[in-house]
């Protein structure tokens, strides 16, 4: 008889985590809170390291088939004015495999690709319902569901983002962190002659652009806010303008075109330092609900895919469904640990907004970008070699 899972977020952890334990031969279920596959539209970038991650799912060629492939790993760096700072090239291989070195896709885009996978597995997906109640057993979790149901499964995933209800179910004392940083998006059509991400720099300020399709592309900024903040979903293409209209070169013409009617998303960045294990008995955090990062690096996606993979990989192989889930914690815990200190290492040195400290940082840019990029790079490599050797640090 086929073991059972139950997963709680269709977001990537969750949709990815359902297609690599089916294909370890699990009988999975999956529960999404929303009432229709609704995703939240902006784009998102994947470097090599999470293409590697979609390719052991075995749906990378069609992730790249739907986004933009930036297959030079030019990253170009602006100054406010436009003005050229610095170039640095992202790797084009991961794990043994020659990949894209940069992916642009819309996150609907991502989501379509990854329900399509879910259909041809045949996993059973309830939506608008999520977990209510969780009990423990010796070789099993127990959940009262919020249509009424109780599920008995071998194991119980929280796949179930930043507000997870299954974290606070059994880690209550675990919160989000606010990092200080609100992140812009903002979607347009792209010219045919943009081709590369851009990385613009001013004194507490960034903003990206990044090709996402053939048509369109994003834009991503980021900003310090006040813990707090709200903002009135009417004024958020106003507010967007208004914080980044410092940027001219190629963003002032997507700047100046936003109006009420352009495609804005506003949301304030937390964190979620969760100490391992990411496990109780028999229920598992993954994603965002165990290791939600700072958006500095890129990672938050490729670490989710990633958790997906290892769990399918360990679970595939072990007979020991609480040995599978020791290693999980003992791979997963350093890796995202890691992306998560230099994403907010980057972050606050990007924050700083005295004109002179922030010359100093752009002088160090300029000499040390590429080194920081490639040996970031090669320790997420190390970080991926022990999913396969066993070994745990």
Known sequence: MKRHVLIVGAGIAGCCAAIALARAGWAVSLVEKQTAWQFQSSGIFVYSNGLAQF???????????????????RNVYLNADGSPLLETFYPGRFEGHRLVPILGIRRADMHRVLSAYLQQLDIEIALGCTVERIEHAPDSARALLSDGREVRCDLLLGADGIRSQVRKLLWPQVQPRYSGFGVWRSVHHRPPDLVDKIMMMAPGLRLGIMPISSQQLY???????????????????????????????PAAQFLDSLNPQSEVLYTAVEEVLMPGPWHLGRVLLIGDAAHASTPFMGQGGAMAVQDAVVLGRLLGAEASVESALERFSAIRVPACRFVQDVSRQVGVSGAQTDPGEHAKILTAMRATAQQRVDDFYAQLERFSDHTTTGKTS
């Open 55 to 73: 390719k052991a799912l075995g749906i990378m060629d069609d992730m790249v088939a739907t986004g933009f492939s930036i297959d030079d790993g």
């Open 219 to 249: 834009l991503f900024g980021t900003v310090p806010e006040p813990e707090g903040a709200w903002y009135a979903r009417d004024n958020w293409a106003a507010l967007m303008q208004s914080r980044f209209s410092v940027f001219q070169g």
